[in-house]
């Protein structure tokens, strides 16, 4: 059997401004006739903070053995990760454990072991396997730590490996749950503490990536950036511990923005970060479609109709101000559809639609007979910007704000009053409030159009609510969206809709004046050479003629 065995002894003097060019050196393993390729990384003059990062492209089918020498004596574990893109490996302390399921190999895409390397003899090595078809990408990377580092998932109680420094995730329901396991220490024998009297302090951390990126430059990157406790503070934003558990952490899902989630263990001055683990909440590789908002022609219609009714609104809104009613009802009788369709069953996304649309049709219809001055009816018209700017505040509220929304007790109430305190004043003024609302909904349509075809964020300002209503375990779940270019040039021309909505309103209100003034100037001419019968005769003789010429 021929055997070809690769070495490569790494100098290792990495200072993280080198981590890009580092991570551009690919090493190709292209030998799959024999077991025995392997890789030799000296950890020697490695310097503790930094990480050790190689990228890796394994053939199909191919087998590695990762080999660790010269590791520094004050250095007490390692933890050696792989980050695959797209693809699954499989990586074991034993050979003889990459085909089987066991508690000492690991299967996934963001995996890796605790490695004790203190007063150890044996050589230091895990192995990698994988079965795909293609080209298995990877990241290959070692974080060192010393004694009084916590181990990560040292206290682990329910994962398969018994250290477990890696994460579990797993989305469901649009929500991305991450799982991790407590860190242990060593007493001052160099024993293991017990874990139920455990001292150390967990804190997890989140890392956007620009939405619709699938490049593995970009995702490598990112995971680059989150492997040492002082990249992930300064890389990541810190997420709140939810109410049900310390190591668990729930986010809203927005798709095809992929996310890297990382947590660190802390125990006094000393820290420890996992295995950062990712995902896109979607697959662009097996489903492409699943990473677009907008995947069949029935949306993409739905969307231009809207676009087109909030360009006209924006537009000629101001001179039929009746239909500012009739479109915040619109909406508010789309999303209350929406919603219901999705809260009964399991429909499709375009029955879904079509149920919204309905609902949607129904409230205009309702609000057009309702269409009458009575108080409640100018309050019950207020509500839809009340409830639009209560769903911003929720999207966008301050992390602190996390501790009381997860409380459905706190949060409904607070959601009702808010949404009061906007709708009540604006019946005190109902000449503003109409504008208001009519600027302000007509140029939502034209962003929130803008937004589904560009796939930013500014739709879960809705969705997000909806989600919040249908999905149980929602409320635990951490919402704040990207906020990302896309994002900012969107509000910026809302906010330029609005101002322009104003300023033609303006406009128009001092033309009609205007003319006020100098109709009030001529008036003895004008209306008496051309009393108003008079003028309606004119006007629908000239209509006529004009007819005619049509026709001809
Ligand atoms: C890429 O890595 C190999 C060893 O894996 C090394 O010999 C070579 O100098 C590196 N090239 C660059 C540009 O860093
Ligand atoms: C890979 O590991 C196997 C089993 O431990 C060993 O026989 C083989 O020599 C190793 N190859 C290299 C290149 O380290
Ligand atoms: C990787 O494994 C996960 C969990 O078993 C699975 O859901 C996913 O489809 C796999 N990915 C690929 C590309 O096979
Ligand atoms: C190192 O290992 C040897 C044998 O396993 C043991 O006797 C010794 O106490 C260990 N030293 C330390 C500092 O743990
Ligand atoms: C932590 O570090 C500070 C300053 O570096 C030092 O004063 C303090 O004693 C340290 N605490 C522990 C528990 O080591």
Known sequence: MKQVVFTFLLALTL???????????????????????????????????????QRINLIPFSHLNITVTDIPPDIWFIILQIHTFQYNATIAYDKDLLDKVSSRSLFGSNIG??????????????????????????????????????????????????????????????MIIVDTQPASILAGNGLPTLCETNPVQHKMYR?????QDF???TYFEAIASMLTTQDIVQNGDEIPPTLTSPMRRIYSAYTGTGSVYAAIAINGNYSSAYIPIFTYACSPLLYPETCQVLNDTFAEM?????????????????????????ISSCMMGGIFGYTLAIGISDYSTTINILIGSISAILAVTLSAFLRSTCDLCIFLCNLPLGFLCTCITYLYAPVWMFYILEHDWLFWPMFVSLMLTVAIPLTKMPYIAEIITRVVFGSYFVIIAIDYYIGSNLKYIILTLIRRVTISEFHLAFVYPPYQHADVILIITWFVLIIVQFLIQGC??????MSVVESAGNNTETTVLIPKQRKRFYHRYYRKSNNRYNVL
């Not at 690919?26 to 490695?46: C, Q």
């Not at 128009?508 to 004046?513: E, I, P, S």
């Open 15 to 53: 200072f993280l401004d080198e981590a890009t060019t580092i991570l551009d050196n690919t090493t190709t393993y292209s030998d799959s006739v024999s077991d025995n390729v392997g890789i030799i990384i000296s950890l020697w003059n490695h310097n503790k903070n930094n990480a050790f990062k």
């Open 113 to 174: 072991l605790y490695l004790k390397t203190y007063n150890v003899t044996t050589p230091i090595q895990v192995f990698l396997k994988h079965y795909n078809l293609h080209n298995l990408d990877a990241l290959l990377t070692i974080v060192a730590y010393d004694r009084n580092a916590p181990i990560p998932g040292g206290c682990n109680m329910e994962f398969d490996i018994e250290i477990a420094p890696y994460q579990k995730l797993h989305t469901e329901n649009e």
């Open 207 to 211: 890392l956007y990536l620009p939405r």
């Open 215 to 217: 490049t593995p430059d």
């Open 302 to 326: 739905i969307c231009a109709l809207v676009l087109i009714i909030g360009f006209l609104l924006v537009i000629i809104g101001h001179k039929y101000a009746y239909i500012d009613r009739l």
């Open 508 to 513: 128009t209100k001092l033309c009609r004046k």
